[in-house]
């Protein structure tokens, strides 16, 4: 079955450092992976995606690249801000009816301090 | 645009107690989703409907869980009776008609306690 492994948190940075969070899948045949972020005390929200291999997925600075060769998906942010302080969930789709279910990452903790 | 509305958003109840949790979709969405979260792990996906009926509930446990969406609508999801591994934040989404992979829109959650 398909799943997602990301990297353990949590993550503590400073203000202005370097982001990366790892993540790496299994799945049968072609998924669409996503990067989705729980702010404190709200709901969880998409904050990119890539639907095929060698997609760029960008949003708010974040991106991350589908890389098929390594079934991985790693998110990058040059410079974190304490306002991008959340849990971040690495997550995979199937492409089509109800294959758009969603499998979640365990998620990361990012803290930034000013 | 109004969101995905949950209700309640917290729960305390005894084991071998039951519970109930609403959800309504955005409005024309067709396919609704409810999610589990327990503290630590990414949500789980219990059940998705696409308007009233069920596509998947592969992962609902269903000698204690249920969950009905009747008029393509609102949907209810039930467990009776917890058990203490029920602890854990229920999350319902829904997506529109043509969306595509990772169209889904969440409420807020209902975090359920049991004691």
């Known amino acids: 079955g398909n799943s997602v492994t990301q990297m353990e948190g949590p993550v503590t940075l400073s203000e202005e450092a370097f982001l990366t969070i790892n993540c790496t899948y299994t799945?049968?045949?072609?998924?669409?992976l996503f990067w989705y972020v729980q702010y404190p005390g709200e709901g969880l929200q998409l904050l990119l995606k890539?639907?095929?291999?060698?997609d760029k997925g960008s949003n708010k600075g974040f991106e991350a690249t589908y890389r098929k060769e390594t079934t991985s998906f790693h998110l990058e942010k040059g410079s974190v801000q304490v306002s991008d302080s959340a849990v971040y969930f690495c997550?995979?789709?199937?492409?089509?009816?109800?294959?758009?279910?969603?499998?979640f990452g365990k998620g990361t903790l990012l803290t930034v301090n000013p | 645009e109004a969101g995905v509305a949950q209700s309640p958003r917290y729960k305390i109840i005894e084991k071998r107690q039951s519970v109930a949790f609403w959800c309504n979709p955005i409005?024309?969405?067709?396919?609704l989703y409810w999610y589990q979260q327990i503290l630590g792990q990414g949500p789980k996906l219990l059940i998705q409907?696409?308007?009233?009926?069920?596509?998947?509930d592969s992962q609902l446990p269903k000698d204690r869980f249920s969950a009905e969406r009747l008029k393509g609508v609102d949907s209810t999801l039930k467990i009776q009776p917890a058990k203490l591994e029920d602890s854990a934040v229920y999350l319902c989404?829904?997506?529109?008609?043509?969306?595509?992979?990772?169209?889904?829109?969440f409420g807020p959650g209902t975090r359920l306690t049991v004691t």
């Open positions: 989404a829904s997506s529109p008609p043509a969306g595509g992979p990772g169209e889904q829109y």
């Open positions: 799945a049968t045949g072609y998924p669409s």
């Open positions: 890539a639907t095929k291999a060698d």
């Open positions: 997550a995979l789709s199937g492409n089509g009816g109800s294959n758009y279910k969603l499998t």
């Open positions: 409005s024309g969405h067709a396919t």
């Open positions: 409907f696409q308007n009233n009926g069920v596509v998947d």
